[in-house]
């Protein structure tokens, strides 16, 4: 039979296991929320002339949509259409590991995000487009090898949109130093 100290222990952990869950559970939603806002861009700011982000100033130097048939021959099947764009950053501090984890994303009104093609196949149109121009990085491989204070750096992604959200598309810039505020500019094609 067991003795009257142990009934007692046993009877405090019983007690005790709903506020030990309670505390876990809270714990656990505290380490999502966080995570959450690591990975997510929950206040996106329209970007103004002049305003520094992640230590540079950011705009849009080209847009090129391709699959209509009117930049090139190319045309592409049903309403989906290739959209390159290039961004320029010019350093205005020692940048260092400040654009770790860039994301370019596009963004329709609705809230629907594209992400940019991969690097590999990425490179493989841009070869396509113009056998003898040279690649130009993306988003991530610019983050890896950031300009010098007072350089300048281009950025090119690839996606593949469908041709009716083009006019309202608008980009999203972040990066893990930054999150959870990004950066937007109205890509404003017609």
């Given at each position: 039979?067991a003795?009257?100290?142990?009934?007692?222990?046993?009877?405090v952990?019983?007690?005790?296991?709903?506020?030990?869950?309670?505390?876990?559970?809270?714990?656990?939603?505290?380490?999502n929320?966080?995570?959450?806002?690591?990975?997510?861009?929950?206040?996106?700011?329209?970007?103004?002339?002049?305003?520094?982000?992640?230590?540079?100033?950011?705009?849009?130097?080209?847009?090129?949509?391709?699959?209509?048939?009117?930049?090139?021959?190319?045309?592409?099947?049903?309403?989906?259409?290739?959209?390159?764009l290039?961004?320029?950053?010019?350093?205005?501090?020692?940048?260092?590991?400040?654009w770790?984890?860039?994301e370019?994303t596009?963004?329709?009104?609705?809230?629907?995000?594209?992400?940019?093609?991969?690097?590999?196949?990425?490179?493989n149109?841009?070869?396509?487009?113009?056998?003898h121009?040279?690649?130009i990085?993306?988003?991530?491989?610019?983050?890896?090898?950031?300009?010098?204070?007072?350089?300048?750096?281009?950025?090119?992604?690839?996606?593949?949109?469908?041709?009716d959200?083009?006019?309202?598309?608008?980009?999203?810039?972040?990066?893990?130093?930054?999150?959870?505020?990004?950066?937007?500019?109205?890509?404003?094609?017609?």
């Amino acid at each position: 039979m067991a003795s009257r100290r142990e009934r007692r222990l046993w009877l405090v952990s019983l007690v005790s296991l709903p506020f030990l869950l309670a505390g876990d559970y809270a714990i656990d939603a505290w380490r999502n929320a966080k995570e959450y806002l690591r990975r997510n861009e929950v206040w996106v700011h329209g970007s103004v002339d002049g305003q520094l982000y992640a230590k540079a100033l950011w705009s849009i130097n080209q847009t090129r949509v391709i699959g209509d048939g009117r930049d090139t021959k190319i045309t592409f099947p049903g309403q989906m259409r290739l959209l390159i764009l290039q961004m320029n950053a010019q350093a205005k501090e020692e940048i260092g590991g400040a654009w770790s984890e860039c994301e370019l994303t596009l963004t329709d009104p609705s809230g629907r995000r594209w992400l940019p093609l991969n690097f590999i196949l990425s490179d493989n149109i841009s070869r396509d487009l113009d056998p003898h121009a040279t690649p130009i990085d993306g988003c991530g491989a610019a983050s890896r090898k950031p300009p010098a204070k007072g350089a300048s750096t281009l950025i090119e992604e690839k996606f593949v949109v469908p041709a009716d959200v083009i006019p309202s598309l608008s980009i999203s810039l972040s990066f893990a130093s930054t999150r959870p505020n990004a950066i937007s500019f109205p890509l404003a094609l017609h």
